[in-house]
């Protein structure tokens, strides 16, 4: 079992920076790579980013590109998801997530999820 504890989340003002971070334990070492995923409310969850836990480029969806980062301190278990320039509509409950096979943008290919975080961006 992987268990995943994100922290990070707030209320912002839309332009501004906030950093989500989530951390694991437990079987780490089956953990092939790292998600975030959102989900607004009265929406589907919706995918952010990956990366995978060896390191590497991550990937994001398109309406975070060039404002948010995804990277992993595998010391620490943890990985980071900066998000600047934000803006209203990234309001969301935002929830880490582990793969134990491969990358993916898919939230049902993820084997693992963190409670959640909310972020919430005011206009």
């Known amino acids: 079992q992987v268990q995943l504890v994100e922290s990070g989340g707030g209320l912002v003002q839309a332009g501004g920076s906030l950093r989500l971070s989530c951390a694991a334990s437990?079987?780490?070492?089956?953990?092939?790579?790292m998600g975030w995923f959102r989900q607004a409310p009265g929406k589907e969850r919706e995918f952010v980013a990956t990366?995978?836990?060896?390191?590497?480029?991550?990937i994001y969806t398109d309406s975070v590109k060039g404002r948010f980062t995804l990277s992993r301190d595998k010391a620490k278990n943890t990985v980071y998801l900066q998000m600047n320039s934000l803006k209203p509509e990234d309001t969301a409950v935002y929830y880490c997530?582990?793969?134990?096979?491969?990358?993916?943008?898919?939230?049902?290919?993820?084997?693992?999820w963190g409670q959640g975080t909310h972020v919430t961006v005011s206009s």
């Open positions: 990366i995978s836990w060896s390191g590497g480029n991550a």
């Open positions: 997530a582990a793969n134990s096979r491969y990358r993916s943008s898919l939230y049902s290919e993820y084997d693992y």
């Open positions: 437990g079987r780490t070492f089956s953990i092939y790579a």
